[in-house]
């Protein structure tokens, strides 16, 4: 069985796919948690990178 998407549901799928990757919280979040881990921030930019990057990828 196969289904044809329409323009429409292409269109909310690459929406939604661009929010999945480019939110707020990863333009707000990566600063904050750099400035917070102080001499840490190689380890603290590594974690972010795995949660943020990481994870997102994998379930995609």
């Given at each position: 069985?196969?289904?044809?998407?329409?323009?429409?549901?292409?269109?909310?799928?690459?929406?939604?796919?661009?929010?999945?990757?480019?939110?707020?919280?990863?333009?707000?979040?990566?600063?904050?948690?750099?400035?917070?881990?102080?001499?840490?921030?190689?380890?603290?930019?590594?974690?972010?990178l795995?949660?943020?990057?990481?994870?997102?990828?994998?379930?995609v």
């Amino acid at each position: 069985m196969t289904h044809q998407l329409r323009s429409r549901d292409i269109i909310a799928l690459g929406f939604m796919t661009f929010a999945l990757f480019v939110g707020a919280g990863n333009i707000i979040f990566p600063p904050m948690v750099g400035l917070q881990a102080g001499e840490h921030v190689w380890t603290a930019a590594f974690g972010f990178l795995i949660t943020a990057v990481g994870l997102p990828v994998l379930t995609v």
